[in-house]
């Protein structure tokens, strides 16, 4: 098993650009989240979903929208980028309920 | 919603000493409480976890332990080795029902 995979790993965009952060896991879980992790502020949730065709929105939604088409994807959107935007995203899925969470390598994304 | 602390925020020990991260957390009905472990570069990477009905869980050099009356619970590393360097992370969740909510993390730096 691959595990969760993310893509890219490094991305620069320029402010107002949009780009989708691509997030897979092979292991048949249902609940997939996306956090952001920015320096002392620890791991935010930004969105996640509890299986396909099924999201909602965490601590720090705006400026991203997901969708689930799939149980294996979960793609992160942003819509117009921002400086603010600027930090390490990491994708995470989790078997059933929110216990143990396996989290991808992360896409680090620098908005100039 | 949950609140979580964690201190310190940074923690330099010495090879061979001990070291203790410390997380507190605000709704009693949280039932679940997992460590994170994260490497330079990687996504975080569950090390050891704890249940609500249990005091102390051990898994060779890590233990943690909690204080559910005080609501509070620790890591402990014993005989730090230079490999434990990483960034680590508590959570407390309510098991199968909420999203966790994580502390913001400790720096762990193991001197040889």
């Known amino acids: 098993n691959a595990g969760v995979t993310q893509t890219p790993k490094f991305q620069v965009l320029k402010t107002g650009q949009s780009m989708t952060l691509q997030c897979a896991q092979d292991?048949?879980?249902?609940?997939m989240s996306w956090y952001r992790q920015d320096p002392g502020m620890g791991l935010r949730l930004i969105h996640y979903?509890?299986?396909?065709?099924?999201?909602d929105q965490g601590e720090v939604p705006n400026g991203y929208n997901v969708s689930r088409s799939t149980t294996e994807d979960f793609p992160l959107r942003l819509l117009s980028a921002a400086p603010s935007q600027t930090s390490v995203y990491f994708c995470?899925?989790?078997?059933?309920?929110?216990?143990?969470?396996?989290f991808g390598p992360g896409t680090r994304l620098l908005v100039l | 919603g949950e609140n979580v602390e964690q201190h310190p925020s940074t923690l330099s020990v010495q090879e061979g000493d001990s070291a203790v991260i410390k997380c507190t957390y605000s709704?009693?009905?949280?039932?679940?409480f997992p460590w994170y472990k994260q490497e330079l570069g990687k996504g975080p990477q569950l090390i050891i976890d704890?249940?609500?009905?249990?005091g102390e869980k051990k898994d060779q050099r890590i233990a943690v332990t909690l204080n559910k009356t005080a609501k509070h619970f620790s890591l402990h590393i014993t005989e730090t080795q230079p490999e434990d360097s990483a960034v680590y992370f508590c959570?407390?969740?309510?098991?199968?029902?909420?999203?966790?909510?994580f502390g913001r993390g400790t720096s762990l730096i193991v001197h040889p």
């Open positions: 709704d009693s009905a949280s039932n679940y």
């Open positions: 704890i249940r609500s009905n249990v």
């Open positions: 995470a899925s989790t078997p059933e309920g929110w216990e143990t969470q396996y």
């Open positions: 292991m048949n879980h249902e609940y």
């Open positions: 959570a407390a969740s309510g098991g199968g029902s909420y999203i966790p909510t």
């Open positions: 979903s509890v299986g396909a065709g099924i999201t």
